[in-house]
């Protein structure tokens, strides 16, 4: 690889983990107990982190659910083909990604995060 | 000239075939690396046919490994081949861009996964009208450099042993 190129390269990493990094910070600022169940761009459930629970929610290919339990959420007993949601396995306030099942057209994710 | 069009035909069949297995292998052995990333060893097939035959092949290979491959998983005209096409149209673009410069393969590898995060990314942000699935695009790009890294090593070392077609009039 030309030095050039290389330079490309760091630059989009450093892009990313600025990304990152910034994602983090917003998340640490606007830390929220409700995390809400969003059917595309609809508000379709809302529950608090802290209260364990279990929610169910249909999507466009099937249904899920969402376990919350101990501060921490899960999605189980998803109808669906990739199951990649289930596989995000357990997320907390902390954290900076989203669970979200493409097929089903479902994110779930804290409340602040919507507001944005 | 006609020895010349069947070595052409069976290359470009050969490494149809060979992006299709590798596709198939790859999300039924592999699958996730780590969390949504992917190898993308399909991309080694598409370097390989871009540097071999040419942009026009390069597309007949990609339409190939993205229409058969998901036909072949059952998945055609769900999500995954929505998305997968998403990406495959995104990088495909960077390979016919980058194939005009002077760029190394592993360069053109790595900026080849990344479009095809990017790709990706946007098929579910317009289409699936889930815009928070953007959070994930800096993670999958981080993702993408190695990735790309590899399959391009791979790439550029196999074509060494590859004798190149001498005709380009299909191009």
């Known amino acids: 690889m030309k030095r050039r190129e290389i330079v490309i390269i760091l630059c989009i990493v450093l892009a990313c983990l600025a990304g990152l990094g910034l994602m983090r910070w917003r998340a640490g600022q606007k830390k929220t107990d409700t995390i809400l169940i969003v059917y595309h761009d609809r508000v379709v459930q809302s529950f608090d982190a802290n209260t364990d629970g279990l929610y169910h929610v249909e999507g466009d290919y099937g249904s899920l659910d969402v376990e919350v339990k101990d501060s921490r959420w899960h999605v189980i007993n998803e109808i669906c083909p990739n199951h990649t949601c289930a596989k995000m396995g357990w997320k907390t306030v902390e954290d900076i990604f989203p669970i979200q099942c493409i097929p089903n057209g479902i994110t779930i994710m804290p409340a602040s995060w919507m507001e944005e | ?171």
């Not at chain 2, 393969?105 to 790709?119: D, K, Y």
Request: proline residues 2%.
């Open chain 2, 1 to 171: 000239m006609n020895i010349q069009k069947t070595r052409h035909l069976t290359y470009l069949t050969m490494l149809s075939a060979l992006a299709i297995i590798l596709n198939i292998a790859e999300s039924v052995y592999i699958g996730q690396i780590f969390y949504m990333v992917r190898l993308g060893l399909a991309n080694i097939i598409a370097l390989m046919a871009i540097r071999l035959l040419g942009k026009r092949d390069m597309l007949i290979v990609n339409c190939m490994r993205v229409i058969i491959g998901n036909l072949l998983r059952g998945m055609i005209f769900g999500s995954t081949f929505w998305i997968s096409c998403g990406g495959v149209v995104l990088s495909s673009i960077v390979l016919i861009l980058l194939d005009r410069t002077d760029s190394s393969l592993m360069f053109t590898s790595v900026l080849s996964a990344v479009a095809h995060s990017v790709g990706q990314v946007i098929v579910v942000m317009m289409f699936y009208a889930q815009p928070m699935v953007v959070a994930i695009l800096p993670y999958l790009l981080l993702g993408s450099i190695p990735t790309g890294i590899l399959t391009g090593f791979i790439a550029e070392r196999v074509l060494k042993h590859i004798r190149p077609l001498k005709i380009t009039k299909f191009d």
